[in-house]
C-alpha cells in the first residue's frame, strides 16, 4: 500500500524518534558507563561498535564475547589473547591480558620474579618497581550474566582509554581478564533471554523471559556448580583455571555473581568471624579486604547505589572463587548484584534494568583496579609473608604429615595424587611400609604429604577434619576434607622424622605395558579397583557374558596364585558368542582404557573358596538406566549421576523429562534413578506401572528425597520405613523466643553440610570391593532414614559417635546416629535401593559413589532374604 507523502513523513518520524529513544546514541552510551573517563583512541572499537547494539540491550553469546576479546588482542599492543582450556560443549576458555607494552615486552621476566614470591625459598624481591597481578573473573554461574558484559567493557576501558591514570595502571599491573568462567551455562541462558525477550521489553516478573527453564544457565554442561569446583577439580573448566592460576598466582582475584532482583549489591567484608577461615592471616579479612571495600563505597556512592556488607555470604569453604585465591597469598573477592534475570524487571526498590547491573559490576571492576594499584605494595608483600608464615605454623604445627593410600585402590590412589599435584602440594612417596592409626600403609601404594611446606594451609584443608567453629549459621558447605570424600585410608603422622621416599612431581596415569594372555577358560578381574565398572561396562557392551562372585575366591592364575573380593568379574570363554581370539581382544581393549589388569585361568577349580562354576558365580545383565528429570528435580543431583556415569564408566542413561514419561516402556530398562525432586506429576497409572515393573524385577534406585517419595508411594514393603522424619523436628515445649534470635537458630538446627561415619555390610553386592567396614558419608539435609525391619537389609547403617567433620548441632547428631545411611527393601521380584544421603556429591565422592554403581551392576541380584 502506498502511503500518502504525509502520513509516510510522520510515520518516518515516529520510527526515528522510537528507535533514538529505546537505542541510546554511543556517546549516551558511553557517558552512562564511563561518566569521567576521558578520551578513547578511535583505533578500538567499543563493545557496542563491534557488536552492533549497545552493552544491556541484548544478552551477548559467549562467541561473540570471544570475538571481540581477538580483535582487542589484534588492534591493541597493551592486549594478548590466549585459549587455556576448553569446556564440554567445546567451547575455548579465554584469558585477555592487558598491561602496557613495555611489560608485554617482559612478561615472562615479570611472571618469573613474581614467582619467586611464593617461594619462601627465594630471597625477598623489590616490590617497589615489581607489578601487581590481577585476575579479573566474570561469571561463573552462566545465567548471573551482567558480569561477562563488565568484562568486554573493563577490557575495552583498559585497551582504549588515553588517559594518564590507565597508562599508570597498565605500567604498576599485569590484568588478566577471564570473561565468562562457565561458557556453557552462559549460552544456554543467554539464548533463553534472547528468546523471550519483549519490544517494547516486559517488567513483569512473571513473564517467561525472567523465568528460566530447567536446568537454566547456572551450571555447566552436567549442571554442576563450577563455583564449588576450585577444590576438588572435577570438571575441565576448574582444571584450566587452576592450572593458570599456579602459573601467576594473582595478588586479586574478582568473583562477579548475581542474586535475587529485590536486593542490592554486596561486596566483602562478609560476617566478622564467623565466616573466616580460621587457617588464613586476619588481615586477609581485615586490612586487605577493607582496604578495598573503601574504593568499593566510594565508587557506587557517587551513582547513589544501595548497597550491604558483613552479612549472608561466607569465606570458609576454600573451594570457592572467592576463597581459593586466599590459599595462594592472595586476596578473593565475591561481588554480587541484584540480578534481573533478563532484560528488565520489577524490583521492590522500582525497576531493575540490565545496564544498571552492568553498571555496578563496571564500577567496582575498575575499582578494583585502581585499588590495586594504589595499594600495590601492601598486595606484594602480603603475599610473601603469606607463604613464609606458613613454614613457622608448619613447624609448630604438631602435625608433620599426612599418609594415604589403598592398596586394594591403586586408581583412586593416583586419582587423589593427581588432584594435589594439580594444586601444587608436595607429594612424596612412602619410602617403607609403615603403619599408622591402626592402618598398614605399603610401600608401592601410599603417599606422604608433608605440612612444612609452603602449602601448609592447603594441606591442612585437604586432610583436616574441621570440629570447632565460630558461628552456627553457614552460607554452604562446612566440611570439604578430600582424603575422606575419596574413601581413602589415610592418617595424621606426628613423628619428627617423615619416611620419605622420591618426590612425585608428575601425574601418574595407568598404562598396561604387557596385556593377558589369551585364555582357553575364562579371564578375572578383582572388583576392588575404582574403575573395574568401566572395565566390566566395556565388555558387557560388546556382547561379553560375564559372571559376578558373591562369595571370595582363590584362583591360580597366569600371574600365579590370586585371592579376589566379593564382586570379582569372571569372563568365561566357553559360553561367548565371540570367538576366543574376538574376546581377548575385547578384554584387552578394556585392559587399555582402564589401566587395569585382568587374569586368565585355565581351570574352573579354585584353590579356595567357591569354583567358578558355581551358583555363586551370578549372570550379569547390561544396566540399561532411566532417569526422569526436568522442571521441579534438583538438576545438581541429576547432573552428577550422569556425570559419574558418562565420564567415569562410559555407560549411556536414558534422561527423560517427566512430561514424557509416560511414553516410555520399563521394560527396556532394568534400573530407574529417581533423584530429589517434585514427583506430583505421577499419575496413578504411571504410579501403578512403576509398581508393576518392580514386582517383575526391575530396581529402582532413590536418593535424598525422592527416598521419602518412594516409602509414601508402595515401592517398599516394609512398613517401618514409614517413619522417616526430619531430625530437626523438636518434641520440646514450645518456648517464647525473640523475633531477632529467628534467623541464627534455625540456621543452627541446618546441615550446612557435614561428614559422618557408617558402618557398611561389604558382604552385601552394594560393598562389593570395599574392604573396611567403615566408610565416611556425606550429608546436608536433615531426613532421617529408620532401620530396616528386616536385619539383613540396612547396608550402612550410622555409628552410635558418627560425626567426623564440620557443622552439625547436638540434637541432630542425637537424630543422625544409629540411623540408616543405605536400606534395600524387596518388592515382590524387584528391589528399591534407599540412599539417604547423596552418593555422588559434587563429584569427588568416590568413597560413596561407588555403591551408587554397585547398585546400577549389581542391583538386578540383589535378593533380600
Known amino acids: 500500500m502506498k502511503l500518502p507523502v504525509k502520513n509516510f513523513t510522520l510515520f518516518f518520524v515516529a520510527l526515528l524518534i522510537a528507535f533514538l529513544t529505546a537505542v541510546p546514541n554511543s556517546a549516551a552510551q558511553q557517558n552512562y558507563y564511563f ?49 587455556i582450556g576448553q569446556t564440554y560443549g567445546y567451547r575455548p576458555l579465554v584469558i585477555l591480558t592487558i598491561t602496557s607494552p613495555e611489560n608485554h615486552a617482559n612478561l615472562d621476566q615479570i611472571r618469573e620474579e613474581h614467582i619467586k614470591i611464593v617461594d619462601p625459598q627465594q630471597p625477598a624481591g623489590d616490590y617497589e618497581n615489581q607489578p601487581i597481578i590481577v585476575y579479573l573473573g566474570y561469571g561463573v554461574h552462566g545465567n548471573e550474566t551482567s558480569s561477562s558484559e563488565t568484562a568486554m567493557l573493563t577490557a575495552y576501558y583498559l585497551t582504549a582509554s588515553l588517559s594518564d591514570e590507565v597508562t599508570e595502571y597498565l605500567n604498576e599491573g599485569v590484568f588478566f581478564i577471564d570473561p ?8 544456554r541462558h543467554t539464548h533463553w533471554a534472547n528468546m523471550h525477550k519483549g ?101 557506587l556512592d557517587e551513582i547513589g547505589s544501595l548497597y550491604f556488607t558483613k552479612e549472608v555470604f561466607d569465606n570458609t569453604y576454600p573451594g570457592y572463587g572467592s576463597t581459593y585465591p586466599n590459599f595462594q597469598g592472595g586476596l578473593g573477592l565475591v561481588f554480587e548484584q541484584a540480578s534481573a534475570r533478563g532484560h528488565i524487571q520489577d524490583s521492590d526498590t522500582g525497576v531493575l534494568t540490565f545496564p544498571f547491573a552492568i553498571r555496578n559490576q563496571l564500577r567496582t571492576s575498575l575499582a578494583t583496579i585502581r585499588g590495586a594499584v594504589e595499594n600495590r605494595e601492601l598486595f606484594l608483600n602480603h603475599q610473601r609473608s603469606f607463604f613464609t608464615s606458613a613454614l613457622e605454623e608448619a613447624n609448630n604445627y604438631s602435625v608433620r604429615g599426612y599418609v594415604f593410600g589403598d592398596s586394594y585402590d591403586q586408581s583412586r590412589t593416583e586419582e587423589l595424587l593427581n588432584l594435589l599435584l594439580r594444586h601444587r602440594l608436595e607429594v612424596y612417596e612412602l619410602s617403607e611400609t609403615r603403619e599408622y592409626d591402626g592402618k598398614t600403609f605399603e610401600q608401592n601404594s601410599s603417599y606422604i604429604v608433608p605440612t612444612n611446606q609452603p602449602q601448609y594451609r592447603m594441606v591442612r584443608s585437604v586432610f583436616e577434619k574441621v570440629e570447632e567453629f565460630a558461628d552456627s549459621t553457614f552460607y554452604g558447605t562446612t566440611a570439604w576434607s578430600l582424603a575422606l570424600g575419596y574413601g581413602l585410608p589415610h592418617a595424621e603422622i606426628t613423628d619428627r622424622s617423615l619416611p620419605l621416599g622420591e618426590q612425585v612431581t608428575e601425574h601418574k596415569t595407568r598404562e598396561i605395558t604387557e596385556h593377558v594372555e589369551q585364555s582357553s577358560y575364562s579371564y578375572l578381574l578383582d572388583w576392588s579397583d575404582y574403575y573395574a565398572p568401566k572395565a566390566l561396562y566395556h565388555l558387557q557392551k560388546n556382547g561379553v557374558k560375564t559372571t559376578v562372585s558373591f562369595v571370595p575366591f582363590t584362583a591360580n592364575t597366569s600371574e600365579g596364585p590370586k585371592s579376589y573380593s566379593r564382586g570379582s568379574i569372571s569372563v568365561p570363554v566357553s559360553i561367548q558368542d565371540l570367538s576366543p581370539a574376538e574376546l581377548h581382544r575385547v578384554v584387552t581393549e578394556a585392559e587399555k582404557l582402564t589401566g587395569l589388569r585382568f587374569q586368565s585361568v585355565s581351570t574352573g577349580l579354585s584353590l579356595e573358596g567357591s569354583d567358578l562354576g558355581s551358583r555363586n558365580f551370578r549372570t550379569l545383565e547390561a544396566p540399561r538406566v532411566l532417569m526422569p528429570l526436568g522442571h521441579g528435580f534438583n538438576p545438581n543431583e541429576a547432573g552428577q549421576v550422569w556425570h559419574l556415569l558418562d565420564t567415569k564408566v562410559q555407560l549411556p542413561i536414558t534422561k527423560i523429562d517427566w512430561l514424557h514419561f509416560g511414553r516410555a516402556d520399563l521394560n527396556d530398562y532394568n534400573t530407574l534413578v529417581l533423584v530429589s525432586g517434585n514427583y506430583s ?19 529402582v534406585i532413590a536418593i535424598k528425597s525422592a527416598v521419602q517419595w518412594a ?52 558382604t552385601h553386592p552394594l560393598g562389593f570391593g570395599y574392604h573396611d567396614r567403615t566408610l565416611a558419608v556425606y550429608r546436608d539435609h536433615t531426613n532421617i532414614l529408620p532401620l530396616s525391619s528386616n536385619s539383613f537389609s540396612t547396608v550402612a547403617q550410622f555409628t552410635s559417635e558418627p560425626h567426623i567433620s564440620g557443622y552439625v548441632s547436638e540434637q541432630n547428631l542425637e537424630q543422625i546416629s544409629n540411623t540408616a545411611s543405605i536400606v534395600v527393601d524387596r518388592l515382590g521380584s524387584g528391589r528399591t535401593i534407599l540412599f539417604a544421603d547423596n552418593p555422588n556429591f559434587w563429584g569427588y565422592w568416590y568413597g560413596t559413589n561407588k555403591l551408587f554403581l554397585n547398585a546400577i551392576f549389581f542391583g538386578q541380584h540383589i535378593s533380600v532374604p
Open 35 to 83: 561518566p569521567d573517563a576521558g578520551e578513547f583512541n578511535p583505533e578500538i572499537p567499543s563493545p557496542k561498535e563491534f557488536l552492533g547494539y549497545d552493552i544491556g540491550s541484548h544478552h551477548t553469546r559467549y562467541d561473540r564475547i570471544v570475538s571481540y576479546f581477538q580483535e582487542l588482542a589484534l588492534l591493541s599492543d597493551r592486549v594478548t589473547y590466549q585459549e
Open 180 to 187: 565468562t568462567l562457565n561458557p556453557d551455562g552462559r549460552d
Open 199 to 299: 519490544d517494547p521489553l516486559v517488567s513483569d516478573p512473571l513473564d517467561r523471559e525472567h523465568n528460566e527453564g530447567w536446568p537454566n544457565g547456572r551450571t555447566n554442561h552436567y549442571w554442576f556448580d563450577l563455583n564449588r569446583d576450585w577444590l576438588p577439580l572435577v570438571h575441565p573448566e576448574s582444571k584450566a583455571r587452576i592450572d593458570f592460576h599456579h602459573t601467576w598466582y594473582p595478588n586479586i582475584t574478582t568473583d562477579y555473581h548475581e542474586m535475587g532482583t529485590n536486593s542490592t549489591y554486596f561486596f566483602e567484608p562478609t560476617k566478622p568471624i564467623g565466616s573466616e577461615n580460621p587457617l588464613l592471616p586476619r588481615e586477609v579479612y581485615t586490612v586487605l579486604t577493607e582496604t578495598l571495600a573503601e574504593y568499593y563505597a566510594e565508587t
Open 681 to 699: 506429576w505421577v499419575t496413578d497409572d504411571q504410579l501403578e506401572n512403576i509398581q508393576r515393573w518392580v514386582r517383575n524385577g526391575g530396581t
Open 711 to 762: 516409602i509414601s508411594n508402595g515401592l517398599v514393603s516394609d512398613s517401618s520405613l514409614s517413619s522417616i522424619n526430619n531430625s530437626s523436628d523438636s518434641d520440646n515445649e514450645l518456648q517464647r523466643i525473640d523475633f531477632a534470635d529467628a534467623q541464627n537458630l534455625q540456621g543452627a538446627q541446618r546441615i550446612g553440610g557435614a561428614i559422618f561415619e557408617t558402618d557398611l555390610d561389604i
